[in-house]
C-alpha cells in the first residue's frame, strides 16, 4: 500500500481537524478505546491518535488532530486526496465495558475526541450514560451534538463562560452529585492537570472509574519505555497496557513532569518548522514531486 490516503477532511474549531483515512486493517480490528500511531513522512516522528470512529465497510478511520506540536502542526497542511506514510495499530487495550448502570464520562477539550466511542460502546452495553464536556471556550468545543445523540443527559462548560455553563468540569460534576445523582463509575479524558481534578472529585464522591491517559509514546509496544507511568505504586506501560487505567490510583504529577522532558525540544522544532527555510525547503521537496 502507497501511503495511507486520506479520502475527507475538515476544520472542528480553532487548530482543532478531522481526517478520514484509508485504513482498512485498523479499521476491521479497532475497539473503543485504542489508538494508532502515524508518521507523516519518511522524516517524520511518530505520534498516537486515538481512533474515533470507524467505517469498517469502507475501511475508514477517522482522526481527530489538535495543533500544538511542529508535527500536528504539520498535519494541518495534509488534506483530502494527500497521503500519510505509516498507519500503525489498532494499538493499546479496548477499554473494558461492562454494565456499570449510571455512567459519568468526563471530557476536556479534544478529550471529547477519545471518549465518544467509549460511549457508544457503554450504551450498548446498557449504561445510562451522562456527559460531562469541557474547553476553554465555545470555540473550541468539539463533538457535543454527537454526544447528544448518544448520552442520556449532556453537561457543558467553558472557562470563560462563552458557552454553557461558567467554570470546570469538576465544578459541573460536583453540583450534578450535589443535586443526588449517584454515578456508579466514571471515565475521563482531557489534559492531565484536568483528569487529575477529575480524579480527586471522583475519588471525594466516591466514583470509581478510569482516565485515558497520555503519555509521551514512540514505538507503540513498550519497548522504549516513554509511556511509562505510575499507577497505584507500580510502573505500567500505557502503550500495551493501558491507554486506560484506575483514575484514582494514577501518579499524575509525575505524568505531569515526564510529559515536560522535551517541552524545550519540541518548542525548537515547532519553531524551525514555522521559519521561513523551512518552509522554502518544504517548497522544494514538493516541487521535486511534481
Not at 10 to 15: I, M, V
Not at 180 to 186: E, T, Y
Request: aromatic letters at 6%; charged letters at 25%.
Amino acid at each position: 500500500m502507497d501511503g495511507y490516503r486520506i479520502v475527507r477532511d475538515r476544520s472542528l474549531a480553532e487548530k482543532i481537524r478531522e481526517y478520514w483515512i484509508e485504513a482498512p486493517m485498523v479499521a476491521k480490528k479497532h475497539r473503543a478505546g485504542q489508538f494508532v500511531i502515524i508518521r507523516l513522512h519518511e522524516h517524520g516522528e511518530r505520534i498516537p491518535f486515538t481512533v474515533v470512529q470507524t467505517e469498517a465497510e469502507k475501511g475508514l478511520i477517522r482522526l481527530i488532530s489538535q495543533s500544538v506540536g511542529k508535527t500536528t502542526e504539520e498535519f494541518t497542511d495534509y488534506h483530502t486526496g494527500d497521503s500519510i506514510l505509516d498507519v500503525v495499530g489498532p494499538l493499546g487495550l479496548a477499554t473494558h465495558m461492562e454494565n456499570w448502570g449510571e455512567l459519568v464520562v468526563v471530557a476536556g477539550g479534544v478529550g471529547a475526541a477519545p471518549l465518544l466511542p467509549i460511549v457508544k460502546s457503554a450504551k450498548g452495553s446498557g449504561n445510562q450514560v451522562h456527559a460531562i464536556i469541557g474547553a476553554r471556550s465555545k470555540n473550541l468545543m468539539i463533538l457535543e451534538d454527537e454526544f447528544r445523540e448518544v448520552c442520556d443527559e449532556v453537561r457543558v462548560c467553558t472557562d470563560d463562560g462563552s458557552h454553557g455553563s461558567k467554570g470546570l468540569v469538576t465544578d459541573v460534576l460536583r453540583s450534578w452529585a450535589a443535586e443526588g445523582k449517584k454515578f456508579a463509575f466514571g471515565i475521563t479524558a482531557g489534559p492531565v492537570i484536568m483528569m487529575k481534578a477529575t480524579a480527586e472529585a471522583m475519588r471525594d464522591l466516591s466514583i470509581p472509574g478510569l482516565a485515558s491517559l497520555n503519555p509521551i509514546m514512540v514505538d507503540g509496544t513498550g519497548m522504549c519505555g516513554a509511556c511509562r507511568v505510575t499507577v497505584h505504586g507500580k510502573t505500567r506501560f500505557a502503550c500495551v497496557e493501558g491507554p486506560e487505567f484506575d483514575a484514582l490510583g494514577v501518579d499524575f504529577h509525575e505524568l505531569i513532569l515526564r510529559n515536560r522532558a522535551y517541552r524545550k525540544q519540541e518548542m525548537e522544532a515547532l519553531d524551525h518548522y514555522h521559519s521561513e527555510g523551512c518552509r522554502l525547503l518544504k517548497a522544494a521537496q514538493e516541487l521535486a514531486h511534481v
